[in-house]
């Protein structure tokens, strides 16, 4: 028996740094709260050790494992939150599809769905407890572990994003599988959206139960679509989720903060911020102050720094950062990038991100 196995989601060490959580709130803490999506990442040497040699998933499947890798970046860096490893695409395998990793190649499912009568091969009801329960024990085992130094954010992918990679087979620059699903077989997607939209709500209160302290929801190919389909066929599912998700919290006396990242969704600010998310993320080719006009106040904003940004040196990194947080505000902010961090990005330059965040931010806020 491994030492996972005994661990339990209950007392958790006390929060020291809970500048994230406020944000999210609304409030304006000591100073902007930044982590990054993807901080557990290649772009680590330690990561790249601990992952050598090994498959993709069965790490996602090794709460050890999984914990060792969430905790990294803090030990270099000064986060404010944290995110647990996993994947978004351990929701399609809980349904009984095959998906592996292929080196140069990335997620791969061996037999994708094809045609409306596929569906049958899904599993119609999941119990995530038993086909995720690696999940649970790996935030489980991470929140004692962090020993309360920032909170623990998990995460799903969202309906319209699982579908895409359930029917295309892995990645795509079209999405043409999947919209060709949209448009001839509208009713056998929106059966397969709220299949996934039921899994994904389980596996979102069971992360909670097992201690996670905030939750994001990503819809990375938000952007394939257009503002009409996108109101169809990932709209509704998103709000949905948060709904569900808030009212069985609720029930348990529970509530945390819940952040939806809907990539190249700009036309839908206003949606986003009427769909029962506290923080809306949002990508880098958003301009700060429209968004904080379009949202008009509703909901707390989290990026959007160009990853890329990071290769620039580090004094260009610090004026990209003032610049950003001049344009957010320092209230309902969390800083992040407008998506993950690369592979080939240089460790120094993250720490100059997240430095900079601070340093600029505390400033703003002195000055007031």
């Given amino acids: 028996m491994s030492n996972n196995d005994v661990i339990l989601p209950k007392d958790f060490p006390e929060l020291k740094n809970d500048t994230f959580l406020r944000a999210a709130r609304g409030e304006e803490p000591e100073h902007v709260p930044v982590w990054c999506m993807r901080q557990a990442g290649?772009?680590?040497?330690?990561?790249?050790?601990?992952?050598?040699?090994?498959?993709?998933?069965?790490?996602?499947?090794?709460?050890?494992?999984?914990?060792?890798?969430?905790?990294?970046?803090?030990?270099?860096?000064?986060?404010?939150?944290?995110?647990?490893?996993?994947?978004?695409?351990?929701?399609?395998?809980?349904?009984?599809?095959?998906v592996q990793m292929l080196t140069g190649k990335g997620p791969t499912f061996t037999d994708p769905l094809k045609e409306p009568e596929d569906l049958q091969r899904l599993r119609a009801k999941v119990d995530v407890n038993k086909e995720l329960d690696y999940v649970f024990k790996a935030i489980t085992l991470t929140r004692h572990k962090i020993e309360g130094k920032v909170p623990l954010i998990g995460f799903t992918g969202a309906p319209w994003t699982l579908m895409s990679y359930m029917i295309e087979g892995g990645g795509s620059t079209t999405h043409s599988k999947a919209k060709r699903w949209l448009y001839r077989h509208p009713d056998s997607s929106h059966m397969l959206l709220k299949m996934l939209a039921d899994v994904i709500v389980e596996y979102l209160v069971g992360q909670v139960a097992a201690g996670a302290q905030a939750l994001q929801v990503f819809e990375s190919h938000a952007g394939i679509l257009g503002p009409v389909e996108f109101r169809e066929f990932s709209l509704p599912y998103l709000r949905d989720i948060a709904r569900r998700v808030k009212?069985?919290?609720?029930?348990?006396?529970?509530?945390?903060?819940?952040?939806?990242?809907?990539?190249?969704?700009?036309?839908?600010?206003?949606?986003?911020?009427?769909?029962?998310?506290?923080?809306?993320?949002?990508?880098?080719?958003?301009?700060?102050?429209?968004?904080?006009?379009?949202?008009?106040?509703?909901?707390?904003?989290?990026?959007?720094?160009?990853?890329?940004?990071?290769?620039?040196?580090?004094?260009?990194?610090?004026?990209?950062?003032?610049?950003?947080?001049?344009?957010?505000?320092?209230?309902?902010?969390?800083?992040?990038?407008?998506?993950?961090?690369?592979?080939?990005?240089?460790?120094?330059?993250?720490?100059?991100?997240?430095?900079?965040?601070h340093q600029h931010s505390k400033l703003l806020i002195k000055q007031k």
Wanted: hydrophobic letters at 35%.
């Fill in 42 to 98: 290649r772009y680590l040497p330690e990561f790249r050790e601990i992952r050598a040699g090994k498959d993709f998933f069965d790490t996602c499947r090794s709460p050890e494992n999984c914990c060792e890798l969430t905790l990294q970046p803090l030990r270099r860096f000064p986060f404010d939150a944290s995110i647990i490893f996993s994947d978004i695409l351990v929701i399609p395998q809980a349904m009984g599809m095959e």
């Fill in 247 to 357: 009212d069985r919290l609720k029930e348990k006396g529970q509530d945390v903060p819940m952040i939806v990242f809907a990539k190249d969704a700009h036309y839908a600010l206003e949606d986003l911020s009427e769909s029962h998310y506290e923080v809306v993320s949002l990508d880098w080719t958003i301009d700060p102050r429209s968004a904080r006009e379009r949202t008009g106040g509703k909901v707390s904003l989290q990026g959007n720094m160009d990853p890329c940004a990071l290769y620039a040196p580090k004094e260009q990194i610090s004026d990209v950062v003032r610049k950003m947080l001049e344009g957010f505000g320092t209230r309902g902010y969390i800083a992040n990038l407008g998506h993950g961090l690369y592979p080939d990005m240089d460790p120094e330059n993250v720490g100059a991100f997240v430095d900079a965040v």
